[in-house]
């Protein structure tokens, strides 16, 4: 038998996903906002946006993994028994 995460586990990893885009993202923002940038700025700005968010997707899933397991770590009888 082959125990799985069960439906909506990663739902956590949104919000850390979100967090991650806005570091990112946001200080680009404010300063194309402030040296008013052209059109071709922008639309370079959402391309790297559109670009970025499997890797931050994919990065924040594995952040909560690891986040969850510090939070709520398994005991070792758990550990072991999964490898065997």
């Not at 806005?22 to 200080?27: D, E, L, S, T, V």
């Not at 559109?50 to 397991?69: M, N, Q, V």
């Amino acid at each position: 038998m082959q125990f799985e995460r069960e439906h909506g586990y990663f739902t956590a990893s949104i919000y850390i996903g979100y967090g991650i885009y806005m570091a990112i993202f946001f200080p680009i923002f404010v300063v194309l906002m402030i040296i008013e940038s052209s059109i071709y700025g922008w639309i370079a700005f959402f391309v790297a946006m559109a670009l970025f968010i499997p890797f931050i997707f994919r990065y924040s899933r594995g952040l909560w993994l690891y986040i969850d397991e510090w939070l709520n770590p398994r005991d070792k009888e758990q550990k072991s028994s999964r490898y065997h």
